[in-house]
């Protein structure tokens, strides 16, 4: 694996090696600290930023290498000079890009301009550094995901569509619940479908909050997203019935997580009292960014130190 662009693609045996890099991580950092010295990292943010910016700084650091912020918010990659040459330049100097991109087209171009890795931070069309810690999130939580069921409510967006795709690859269940006019994109069922590592996993959307009903972890995201403000009226007209509630999380009929990537609007999409509750997930999830961006890092970079490592592993545990 060169770049971490888009879950559509990724095998699936890999995603089952990140989720178990970064438990590796998380239980003994320790065992990681030098496995990338020398290494450095580039963030390219054309997007504010507080999860993403600091848990790739903090994480990079932390597995021994260096890292380098760009503020790109005033000028978008490939305004100021062309992004060939802007990739062209960067592998000279660093080992992994990370960006931020209002275009996903932005990152795919960039990755196929340079030598060097490239991790999509966040695009208008998917957000997959995200979904892998919601992923190790709930697994902590189960122990198994395979065979849960995940319900995601409200606006179709980037982190709707990277959600159908790690949730295909882990065996879970996906129900989209959103307004018709804010469905997930049109070839979601397939690409479910073409992932999917179960044969009892189903995709559904519907437009009704009865698609709550039975879910395991209910999921939701900002309504106005950055780039959208001018359609912010707009949207919160239609999706205000979508706002989670405690008398929707009561209505799946199961002790269901909550869970939300940030930032939350506090009593727009969610209210203070679901967002709050023991139920929430969405400090954990945070938490985890940091672990599994680490354990992505690693796996880009060091990927025969990583195999060495999770072979010792396995070696140890045969042997105890």
């Not at 490939?78 to 040459?85: M, N």
């Amino acid at each position: 694996m060169k770049d971490f662009l888009s879950l559509k693609n990724l095998q699936a045996d890999l995603w089952k090696q990140l989720l178990q890099v970064s438990v590796e991580v998380k239980e003994r950092p320790a065992n990681f600290r030098q496995m990338l010295l020398g290494k450095s990292l580039v963030l390219i943010f054309e997007k504010a930023s507080l999860r993403t910016r600091l848990t790739f700084e903090l994480g990079m650091k932390q597995v021994g290498g260096e890292a380098v912020y760009l503020d790109n918010r005033e000028a978008r990659l490939g305004g100021r000079e062309s992004l060939k040459d802007v990739a062209r330049n960067l592998e000279r100097w660093f080992d992994c890009i990370v960006t931020r991109t209002f275009s996903h087209e932005t990152a795919v171009e960039l990755a196929e301009q340079t030598s060097v890795s490239v991790i999509n931070g966040l695009s208008d069309k998917e957000h997959p550094c995200q979904v892998l810690a919601d992923v190790f999130t709930l697994q902590e939580k189960w122990g198994e995901v395979e065979g849960k069921t995940l319900v995601y409510v409200g606006d179709g967006n980037n982190v709707c569509t990277s959600l159908i795709h790690a949730a295909a690859l882990s065996g879970m269940s996906f129900v989209a619940v959103t307004p018709t006019t804010h469905q997930p994109y049109a070839e979601a069922a397939e690409d479910f479908e073409a992932l999917t590592v179960s044969s009892s996993a189903s995709y559904r959307y519907t437009d009704s909050l009865d698609g709550l009903e039975g879910a395991d972890a209910v999921y939701t995201d900002t309504w106005v997203s950055m780039g959208q403000e001018e359609e912010a009226r707009e949207r919160l007209r239609i999706l205000q019935d979508y706002q989670i509630t405690p008398e929707l999380m009561i209505s799946t009929g199961k002790e269901s997580y909550f869970m939300h990537c940030l930032p939350a609007h506090r009593n727009q999409e969610v209210t203070d009292a679901v967002i709050d509750s023991p139920r929430s997930l969405v400090y954990e999830q945070a938490e985890n960014r940091l672990h599994v961006q680490k354990a992505l890092l690693l796996t880009l970079l060091a990927p025969g130190d990583v195999a060495r490592y999770l072979q010792l592993e396995r070696f140890a545990a045969f042997k105890n």
